[in-house]
């Protein structure tokens, strides 16, 4: 294995290498009202319950949507989506109606009131499990109660963000599944 040359790197930067996503849409409703943001910044809690984590700036719409509703999707994008999935994250659902501005379909979800994206190749409904990170670190804590995931294809081609507007697009996939524990598969 490698040995690497280091030089002292910037914190502020360190997403670069720590964010490997993948970029989620996550769409909310509240009271008549329907967004949808793009997002990076999460990370699964746990199995059972299926537990997943994810900061929310507070300036962001969606942030009251979802923070008085206690729902939200995560509806996972594919890298065909990509110009999609910058509009969505640099706009504002002030100024109108995302689904529509950019040409997506709002399905019904099953337990939750936020709509899924039908376009997007998987969809996790989520109830806030946890709001007592909220205040402190934009952090929600949710139980993912209902999953739809696409048959094909296996393994999508998602995106995922470097920051300085560039993303990485999933690659080959390496198994090393015989040496692994059973309870870490
Ligand atoms: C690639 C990308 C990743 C983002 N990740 C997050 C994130 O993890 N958390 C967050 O609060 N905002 C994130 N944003 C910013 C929101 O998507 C953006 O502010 C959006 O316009 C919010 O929409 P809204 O105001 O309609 O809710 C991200 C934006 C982009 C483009």
Not at 50 to 58: D, I, N
Not at 80 to 103: A, Y
Not at 115 to 136: G, H, K, M, T, Y
């Amino acid at each position: 294995m490698k040995h690497y040359d280091k030089q002292d790197f910037p914190l502020d930067q360190i997403r670069r290498f720590l964010e490997p996503g993948p970029i989620v849409l996550v769409s909310s409703a509240h009271k008549g009202e329907r967004n949808l943001m793009t997002m990076g910044w999460h990370m699964m809690l746990g199995f059972a319950p299926a537990r997943f984590g994810c900061y929310l700036w507070e300036g962001n719409h969606s942030y009251e949507l979802i923070r008085r509703s206690g729902q939200c999707a995560i509806n996972l994008p594919t890298a065909d989506m990509v110009d999609t999935v910058v509009g969505i994250g640099n706009s504002s659902g002030l100024d109108g109606d995302k689904f529509k501005r950019f040409g997506l379909t709002a399905t019904k979800a099953a337990k939750v009131a936020a709509p899924l994206v039908a376009e997007c190749c998987a969809n996790f409904e989520c109830v806030l499990a946890d709001a007592s990170q909220i205040e402190r670190h934009g952090l929600f804590i949710w139980d993912v109660v209902k999953a739809h995931v696409a048959v094909s294809p296996k393994r999508p081609q998602t995106l995922h963000y470097r920051g300085d507007g560039e993303f990485m697009v999933s690659g080959p996939a390496i198994s090393r599944k015989a040496k692994f524990l059973p309870g870490n598969l």
